[in-house]
């Protein structure tokens, strides 16, 4: 590395550990917030011919840090993911350090032994004794490679021939997450051929309903080959009864799979096994560490309860010479774990948990999964006290689901969904807003443990305080 | 932050930044390797109820630095990646810092005005003139996304319905990448419904036999629908011609796409214009700039000639209130990219192109890849003048596939694949080794501006000095 690279690198990191140290400075927007056609000119978005000084590109590095959402600011309660921690930050820097890709043993030793050890560890906390798994690119692609196994074991021709005279069907509740519709494409399933089950009021689905369609469905002549139950729901961070599920998809010898994008990290609390009850009996499962964990995004895994299973479904590379380029014969070549994925160049994801698993031990993350669920409580509390917010629906797990409401307010979906765009706006909380049947509302998601009680009242009270003005000047 | 974390990532940075700065140090091995049982006794891989000192998590990561293989070394010759610039990291830094999901504006606002930004410039080099695309996990993930949209456009009830008496059939060459095998298990089309076009002589896509293998495919009643040209073929690193395959996919009105995930990167010195001819024909394209750019992995695009294509292919945001929690009405509702993309989160990759590309203008990267160019006709030229070394092939642009050779040596192909992997064994050069029409040989990928003609005749030598040895000891 030439000086002025080492130059440019040093000054570049004292930029982002003052972000990070300093994040967020007393009064800090969540977001410098501008519409796109004022935002891009904020930045120079022409590439020239000659190239930037040292200084203007900090200066393009400190642009980005203005405008970009503060997702560790602990009023950054809108989405499943943000507040990442410090070692989890260093194995993101490592895993770019050393910039390997994890297809072959030999190209990448270390992240291979350290993947199948932690695939293990999370395999084991699923109930999987003898179970297999890898890290992939999300919760969306961990779906998608179950529904793909499922389907290629259930018609094992597939692979080979193609989808013929299809008449699949597979199930998920109406909270699932969209990753299975988006499947249901790809996959050639096609949208139509995926069944909502309906939830029941507490976002779970409704087990009597999944087998009268399944029923339904075997009726019509379909081909009933997968159910996915969802373990921390998107909306209500629900979780759907496994083991009650599992009963029917034995009955009918369905797959099942779990989608625990969300909720799998509730694995690592000892108040939460029962939520969980009955994940033994899946085939596979999906868990993002990147959500819960705080692990910079993105970090997933998908699990599953037999070795094999990734391999079936997923490999290409024996049946052509196409591939012979990368999976060579030698010692080592049964530990390449490019074989069992969809991608060939794969970014090396488990150092980032790798090393923040290490630090924390899982006591430290069982104490990080409570305390979550202490703030979501105490969220919960103070809205049902205070005047002007209204908890929507029961909490369940770290979803806060409520809304402004008063008098003067004739339509509270819309003002609801308006005031929450405002707020984004102003730099103020950012929150999402989410629809349960038919109603629409506010949602917390508490994510970040170093969010703290006062941050919540500062929170809610900006949130009265914002609705009060715009109530006023509509 | 509190101080142990701040320490903990000061004393961190300092180590990624020694270990880039002495990389590689005087006579360091590319990789230290040992076989899984030996490597796995380096680490640590339980995870304990209590976690780590900040000291042995330090260590953990000097661990993890001591076995991985060092492709920012000059004699990592192996793969297509390795060798990141600096402001490319900064960026890759710079995303994990914000941490923010690209998929809504208003989640990530200034990540989508610079995707936006570079997709454009990008699309513009291959000659759409008002084209799209988006930022993706890699070349894989493009083939499939541009296999995904030809196929719901030429059977526009995929998407609802599922494939139903599929008769698809599409093309690609003997050398294209193994991930369109893949793509056609994930897309219910088939592995036997993917025609291997032969290639010539020179590893490109014959195009008499392409369309030959079109005809037979119609005579056979199938449906062809897409055909795939290769820009930088992995092996030979071959350019098909992209107008002479236009030629034939407009007369049968077929998909072409072409992949560029290799080779793409060429479009930026003019020495290598033609080798693109006929790119502007194209329907859509795929180019990794984690390959010869010098990004940290993985950074590539889809580029599409129209707009709506990927937003047809993939979307199915529109079809259920499954995705209302992530996709609302607000005023930048247009902007949200995660509607035209496969993913829900999504990492925002674009920032380490941007950087690098805003430092060194679009001048520094012709040069860059002038320079890679140069460095591999130079190997070229040292190979056939070596004794005992042989090219296999002419050289085409960066990579070089040679052997070693002698009278003592009687089945070659094995003696270089064990060659191969005795000097990675020993952490001298890392190459491939590679096959073409049943040939087995070393393969240089030359990717590494900063290797120089010293490193080459010091790589070349070693080969040399290691081959003599094995056929000794042999």
């Given at each position: 590395m030439n000086l002025k690279d080492r130059e440019l690198l040093q000054d570049f990191l004292d930029l982002m550990v003052a972000y990070i140290q300093n994040n967020p400075l007393e009064n800090d927007a969540v977001v410098n917030y501008y519409n796109y056609q004022a935002l891009e000119k904020?930045?120079?978005t022409n590439i020239n011919t000659q190239g930037l000084s040292e200084k203007d590109l900090l200066a393009t590095v400190e642009a980005y840090l203005q405008y970009a959402v503060r997702t560790i600011h602990p009023q950054f309660f809108g989405k499943s993911y943000g507040a990442y921690t410090v070692p989890s930050l260093m194995g993101e820097i490592l895993s770019a350090v050393t910039?390997?890709?994890?297809?072959t043993y030999v190209g990448a030793p270390s992240a291979t032994v350290l993947e199948n050890a932690l695939i293990q560890k999370m395999a084991g906390l699923v109930g999987f004794q003898n179970g297999d798994g890898i890290f992939l690119t999300g919760g969306t692609q961990a779906n998608l490679v179950a529904l793909l196994c499922a389907r290629n074991k259930v018609l094992p021709l597939v692979k080979q021939k193609?989808?013929?005279?299809n008449n699949l069907v597979f199930f998920i509740s109406d909270q699932a997450h969209y990753s299975f519709i988006s499947a249901a494409n790809i996959l050639g399933i096609g949208i139509d051929n995926l069944v909502r089950v309906p939830a029941n009021k507490q976002g779970q689905m409704n087990v009597v309903a999944l087998e009268q369609a399944i029923v339904t469905a075997l009726n019509q002549g379909k081909m009933p080959f997968f159910v996915a139950a969802t373990?921390?729901?998107?909306?209500?961070g629900a979780f759907d009864p496994i083991d009650k599920i599992a009963a029917v998809t034995s009955k009918y010898n369905l797959w099942l799979h779990v989608d625990a994008a969300y909720g799998g990290s509730f694995l690592l609390s000892d108040r939460c096994q029962s939520w969980f009850d009955g994940s033994e009996l899946a085939d596979s499962f999906a868990w993002d560490a990147?959500?819960?964990?705080?692990?910079?995004?993105?970090c997933s895994v998908i699990l599953t309860k037999n070795k094999g299973v990734l391999y079936e479904g997923c490999t290409t590379c024996d049946v052509s010479k196409a591939s012979s380029y990368i999976f060579h014969e030698y010692d080592e070549a049964a530990y390449d774990l490019g074989k069992k994925s969809l991608q060939c160049t794969r970014k090396v994801h488990v150092l980032k948990l790798w090393l923040a698993w290490k630090y924390y031990g899982d006591h430290g993350y069982g104490q990080r999964m409570d305390r979550l669920l202490e703030l979501a409580e105490y969220a919960e509390k103070q809205i049902r006290t205070l005047h002007n917010l209204e908890l929507v629906f029961p909490r369940i797990s770290v979803n806060i689901c409520f809304r402004y409401r008063s008098p003067l307010v004739t339509d509270l979906d819309s003002f609801n969904r308006r005031l929450r765009n405002h707020l984004i706006q102003q730099g103020k909380p950012f929150l999402n807003y989410s629809t349960f049947r038919d109603q629409g509302f506010l949602r917390i998601n508490?994510?970040?443990?170093?969010?703290c009680e006062r941050d919540i009242d500062d929170a809610l009270e900006t949130i009265i305080t914002e609705a009060k003005a715009q109530e006023e000047s509509s």
């Open positions: 904020k930045f120079d910039n390997t890709s994890i297809a193609g989808l013929q005279q373990s921390g729901t998107t909306v209500l990147h959500k819960l964990m705080g692990i910079p995004l993105p508490m994510i970040n443990p170093d969010c």
